[in-house]
């Protein structure tokens, strides 16, 4: 496939990966700017070296997403799947710059990175399973007594209850919690709040 195809390919995965899936998905108005930035810079360097070597190549992309990697250590604002997003990003870029072989093999690698982010990424997708980190007014040194606590102040079934920091001076317990509510009790909720009254 000739190059500015490929380049021509790669505007357009892009620009679906970050406003067809992120940004309706997510909102988060900087990071549009960030995949964007990634991709074509990635796809300008890459593609301006010439690697026509295999070898080459594939250094170049491990080197890539090496640097990115180091990015993603030294952040604390990146969620996990913003990160995927980013490599999904810098993937399409290098695809685009040292793709070769059959012309349906890097429009296919492409879609299958925007069908693989569709998915994972869906709303909808494990949608009665939470994460959070929780601040308690009591000092919790059984894990038993926890989660049956967790479980009853959140009204769900806790899987994970990881504590990060214990204080018995202060009373107090921060724990990361993982639970998920029941799909009726999330439909009773539903309702509940369509009818203007208070799921309890």
């Known amino acids: 496939m000739p190059q500015l195809a490929l380049f021509a390919t790669d505007i357009v995965a892009v620009a679906l990966l970050v406003f067809g899936l992120y940004f309706p998905r997510h909102r ?94 869906h709303p909808r997708m494990f949608r009665n399973y939470r994460r959070q980190s929780m601040f308690l007014d009591s000092a919790f040194t059984d894990q038993v007594a926890l989660i049956a606590y967790l479980e009853q102040m959140l009204g769900a079934r806790v899987h994970s209850a990881s504590i990060q920091r214990l204080d018995l001076v202060n009373d107090t317990t921060l724990v990361d919690v993982r639970y998920s509510h029941p799909p009726v009790q999330r439909a009773v909720r539903n309702v509940a709040v369509a009818s203007g009254g208070v799921a309890r």
């Not at 301006?48 to 990015?71: D, E, K, M, P, R």
């Open 28 to 121: 988060r108005r900087d990071l549009v700017a960030a995949y964007l930035g990634v991709n074509i810079g990635v796809m300008a360097v890459a593609s301006s070296l010439g690697t026509s070597n295999a070898g080459t190549g594939l250094g170049l992309g491990l080197a890539l997403f090496g640097v990115l990697s180091i990015i993603r250590l030294r952040s604390t604002e990146l969620d996990q799947h913003e990160v995927a997003y980013y490599f999904s990003a810098l993937a399409l870029g290098i695809l685009s710059a040292l793709g070769g072989g059959p012309a349906w093999h890097v429009p296919t690698m492409m879609a299958l990175i925007l069908l693989v982010m569709f998915v994972g990424d």
